[in-house]
């Protein structure tokens, strides 16, 4: 394997837990990377003056791959998103989430796998947003450009031809929002006729929730704008067993960071119980990237032989075992 470099955030809440553990699998693996930490977000704050510090930014440019702990955003006042601002700033306009059934984790849906494409950088995320003192009114405004959409529609249809995968449901509000969510969909439709190997529905949104819940295993890829992205892909998580588990790219032409579905989990903070298999999945994805599959696929086997084996689970899973004692687990196949 050729070293790489790497960015590595570990960001806060449960981020430094379950990256310790993930690196530790990582080592095990032989996994020849060196690490560029930065911080972000309140840490940050308090030892640069500004959550997204300029050495950050610098050091993403350069090494073009991160590796990255969730990082929390202060919920109406504060700092604006260090997430979405990093999304923003490197047009990271794909962001890509596996939701797959994993070996001996139980769920009511045994034959989920979907990869949900979320458009990362426009939508409602695009951070247009006003408060009127005097009428009392506050204003979003959600941006969808042709071009924002043909870039995730093609980036999807690229994935699924790549992939072998079947069919793209495109998931929108066209009925309603007739000029943003019509635009998504008039794309949508445009592109799918370049790819007649692949199958191509429209789903709206809240008939596609339902659906999901109710026959998971007959989607395959969805593709959506930003916010809708957002609350489907926590939805496709609970598919497969929880936050836990499901992890997470966002891509751009230049630079790609990897990162987890979920958030810095402050109910469980400090506590070494969070699943760490989300963000080593993406470590996974993050070295397919790289051109490392052979080695992703080596670590996604020990990690599926210590969950079909069912010993050592975390709490959200129904075990005992802390984040470290599973990293530990993982670790132990992989240099057996
Ligand atoms: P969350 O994803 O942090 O937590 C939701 C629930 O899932 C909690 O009950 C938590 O304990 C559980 N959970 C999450 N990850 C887990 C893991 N690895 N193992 C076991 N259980 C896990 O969502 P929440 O509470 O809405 O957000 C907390 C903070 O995280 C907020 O400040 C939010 O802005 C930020 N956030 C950051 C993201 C990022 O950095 N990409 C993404 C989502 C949220």
């Not at 030892?47 to 610098?58: N, V």
Request: include cysteine; aromatic fraction near 6%.
């Amino acid at each position: 394997m050729a070293r790489h470099r790497v960015t590595l955030i570990p960001g806060d809440g449960i981020g430094p837990e379950v990256t310790r553990a993930v690196l530790h699998v990582l080592e095990a693996a032989g996994a020849e990377i060196d690490w560029d930490w930065q911080q972000a977000g309140s840490a940050a704050l308090e030892t640069h003056g500004t959550p997204l510090p300029d050495s950050l930014l610098e050091s993403i440019r350069r090494n073009r791959v991160a590796l990255k702990g969730p990082v929390s955003t202060p919920v109406s006042t504060g700092f604006r998103s260090v997430n979405v601002t990093l999304r923003q700033t490197f047009d990271l306009y794909a962001n890509v989430r596996p939701s797959r059934t994993l070996p001996g984790v139980l769920t009511r849906f045994p034959e989920v796998d979907i990869v949900l494409f979320r458009e990362n950088t426009e939508g409602l995320y695009a951070g247009i947003e006003s408060y009127d003192e005097n009428l009392e009114l506050a204003e979003a405004v959600a941006r969808i450009s042709r071009r924002g959409s043909e870039r995730i529609i093609r980036f999807a249809f690229e994935y699924a031809r790549q992939h072998g995968r079947r069919k793209i449901t495109l998931a929108h509000k066209a009925n309603i929002l007739k000029k943003t969510s019509g635009l998504f969909l008039e794309v949508g439709r445009q592109i799918a006729r370049e790819y007649p190997d692949i199958a191509f529905e429209d789903k709206i949104i809240d008939n596609l929730c339902m659906q999901l819940v109710m026959r998971p295993e007959t989607f395959d890829c969805i593709v959506t704008t930003n916010l809708f992205g957002d609350i489907l892909s926590d939805l496709c998580a609970g598919l497969v067993g929880g936050l836990g588990l499901v992890p997470g790219a966002n891509i751009g032409d230049e630079v790609a960071i990897f990162e987890a579905v979920h958030g810095s989990a402050p109910d469980i903070a400090g506590q070494n119980r969070a699943n760490p298999t989300a963000l080593l999945l993406s470590a996974t994805m993050m070295l397919e990237h790289l051109g490392e599959r052979e080695l992703a696929c080596r670590i996604q086997n020990a990690l599926h032989d210590v969950l079909r084996e069912g010993r050592i689970r975390t709490p959200d899973l129904g075990g005992t075992a802390s984040t470290m004692q599973f990293a530990e687990a993982i670790a132990e196949r992989l240099t057996k």
